[in-house]
């Protein structure tokens, strides 16, 4: 059975729900609360990020979803708790409703990727979740990679939390892959067949300059720089803990269909990337809210369906891992109650004030699962 693992950037805000810049306050105090030994289990994974306004938190590899949740939980809570002795809150947004102006954290490489991306780097606040799943093998990582990429843009449409930027509503349900996808090396990759070929794709891409380091290989995803695992990198930062739960136990149900396929011999799909980058813009314009592109078939179809398309595929290993009732509940309420993008668009339909969008995020960011 393969561990899951999950990074989450969350978003640091004040009371009136702007992001302010107290990374560094958060992270010192994680710091010094790990040197405890009450505090030494939280302590592990709180990260900074590349604007002073966001700290990320990686949760542990782990075989039971029941872990994960909780993991996570308490990580978003002991955040909370750090953050607000800073005087701020921690909300899981994809983007910041209000407007913001990012502040790079002064480290050398994110200064070097100041100096080389200009405005697109000093525009880039975003919040993202990251589903880690362990692999045996390069061998076994990349064939994951080629039968997973077709299946990604419907992870873009179930996680889509970011439909406002700069104090606009930007009509998009995930804004936040519209922004990321500005980097030169994010977005969807062609089929790699082997992990030499992947690797000399990396390399070529770090032969441009345009990327400094393996790090920033964005595809949507990768081989891990650090771990053993396939990262999948599409989704937006969840506001309910048990979305997060959920995307990461498809994601594995995922990986573990797309290895049983390449052990039988199976080809992976041959959909063209210019497809797999136009069916992501519909994912991120509209969520679940209305049609996507069915990854098999290549035609527009109810969100729904092809929602429950991919947790069709993914059943057989959702079974096995045990993950099927958690996952199938998740879901189901996903496709009633809406995505972080509908939550957050129906609040400020109800209340008016894009500072109440985030207060509602902040409740829901830290509500116990």
Not at 56 to 63: A, F, K
Not at 146 to 168: C, H, I, K
Not at 241 to 251: I, Q
Request: hydrophobic fraction near 40%; proline fraction near 6%; aromatic fraction near 4%.
């Amino acid at each position: 059975m393969r561990t899951v693992g999950v990074e989450e950037e969350l978003l640091l805000v004040d009371e009136e729900g702007r992001a302010v810049a107290v990374a560094p306050t958060v992270l010192a105090a994680d710091e010094e609360r790990s040197g405890d030994d009450d505090g030494a289990d939280q302590g592990e994974g709180l990260e900074a990020e590349l604007q002073l306004q966001q700290v990320e938190i990686d949760s542990r590899p782990c075989l039971d979803l029941a872990d994960l949740q909780a993991d996570l939980v308490g990580r978003r809570r002991h955040v909370g708790e750090l953050a607000s002795q800073a005087g701020a809150r921690v909300a899981a947004l994809g983007t910041s409703p209000l407007p913001v102006a990012p502040r790079t954290t002064p480290k050398p490489r994110y200064r070097r990727m100041a100096e080389l991306y200009g405005l697109m780097e000093q525009e880039q606040l975003t919040c993202g979740c990251h589903v880690h799943v362990s692999v045996d093998s390069p061998e076994e990582g990349v064939a994951a990679l080629d039968r997973l990429r077709a299946w990604l843009p419907v992870v873009v449409a179930m996680s889509t939390n970011s439909p406002f930027w700069q104090g606009r509503d930007t009509r998009y349900a995930g804004y936040r892959t519209q922004v990321w996808a500005r980097w030169p090396s994010a977005g969807p990759a062609d089929l790699h067949g082997t992990p030499e070929r992947y690797h000399a794709l990396v390399a070529s891409l770090l032969a441009t300059g345009a990327v400094l380091d393996r790090g920033m290989v964005y595809f949507d995803a990768r081989l891990s720089a650090s771990y053993p695992t396939v990262e999948v990198r599409v989704a937006d930062v969840a506001q309910d803990v048990r979305h997060s739960v959920m995307l990461a136990g498809l994601v594995r149900g995922l990986v573990d269909t797309a290895v049983a396929e390449w052990r039988e011999g199976r080809p992976p799909p041959e959909v063209p990337t210019a497809v797999l980058e136009a069916a992501t813009w519909r994912a991120s314009r509209f969520g679940l809210s209305d049609q996507l592109v069915h990854p098999v078939t290549g035609t527009l179809l109810p969100a729904p369906e092809v929602v429950r398309a991919l947790a069709d595929r993914a059943t057989p290993a959702l079974r096995d891992n045990g993950d099927l009732e958690l996952v199938g509940d998740a879901l189901e309420r996903l496709l009633s109650e809406g995505t972080g993008a509908d939550r957050q668009r129906t609040e400020q339909a109800r209340r008016g004030r894009l500072e109440d969008v985030v207060a509602a995020a902040v409740e829901a960011s830290q509500q116990p699962a």
